[in-house]
């Protein structure tokens, strides 16, 4: 009964691939979010999708693209992978966009370019 | 910039011991604050949050945190900790009139409960 999953756990892949994550929520939510945990721990925003739309667009490279197929699906591909890519990802989702709603986190993906 | 302080890198302490994790935010508006729990290898859990009303918010596995407006802070406490608390402790603020959603997560402080 995993509320919101992320596919593959780990991701080992060489410079200059292409690749996706999947996330998917069964809570029903809105809105979804991808967050990147650098190597010191640090988490922070990518992008906000609500109902499908992107909302939150932090400094991301464009080599990084989310897609949301439907409202319980947040994709995130990344093109022509770099060395500081290397990161874990996590997706999270809540009912909606407001300040007032929790959001809850998948297990993360654990991103190494080599 | 809006962010969110963590002053402990790294807490030790040993079993049954009280411990309190320190969270301040930088922030001239009103906030929603959050405390998230990350096990080893595992996602982020919530712990509890504060919306409004009573400054003294009471979580899950025994922790409570108070926010203090004055002082712009969100300490987390837990009178006696356990071996299985052992993990990594996220504070996390959500500005009213920030981007819709947001959060913006401290550096994190790794609890280390010790036999």
């Known amino acids: 009964d995993t509320a919101v999953s992320q596919t593959p756990k780990y991701l080992v892949t060489q410079m200059g691939n292409d690749k996706s994550i999947k996330c998917e929520q069964n809570l029903g939510h809105d809105t979804m979010y991808w967050y990147k945990q650098d190597s010191k721990k640090f988490l922070k925003i990518m992008f906000s999708?609500?109902?499908?739309?992107?909302?939150i667009n932090e400094t991301v490279p464009n080599r990084f693209s989310p897609k949301s197929p439907d409202k319980a699906h947040l994709n995130l591909h990344i093109n022509s992978l770099e060395l500081g890519d290397s990161a874990v990802y996590f997706c999270a989702s809540s009912h909606g966009g407001t300040s007032t709603d929790t959001q809850y986190f998948g297990p993360g993906t654990r991103l190494t370019v080599l | 910039a809006q962010s969110v302080t963590q002053l402990d890198s790294q807490v030790p302490v040993f079993e049954e011991a009280p411990v309190e994790l320190r969270c301040n935010y930088s922030s001239s508006v009103s906030v929603y604050l959050f405390w998230y729990v990350q096990y080893p290898n595992q996602g982020l859990q919530l712990l509890l949050k504060?919306?409004?009303?009573?400054?003294l918010v009471k979580g899950i596995n025994g922790f409570e945190a108070e926010f203090n407006k004055s002082q712009t802070s969100f300490h987390l406490r837990k009178p006696s900790v356990h071996i299985s608390d052992t993990a990594e402790y996220f504070c996390?603020?959500?500005?009213?009139?920030?981007?819709?959603?947001?959060?913006?997560f401290g550096k994190g402080t790794k609890l280390s409960v010790k036999p």
């Open positions: 999708y609500n109902n499908k739309e992107l909302i």
């Open positions: 504060y919306l409004s009303g009573s400054t």
């Open positions: 996390a603020v959500k500005y009213y009139g920030g981007s819709q959603g947001n959060l913006i």
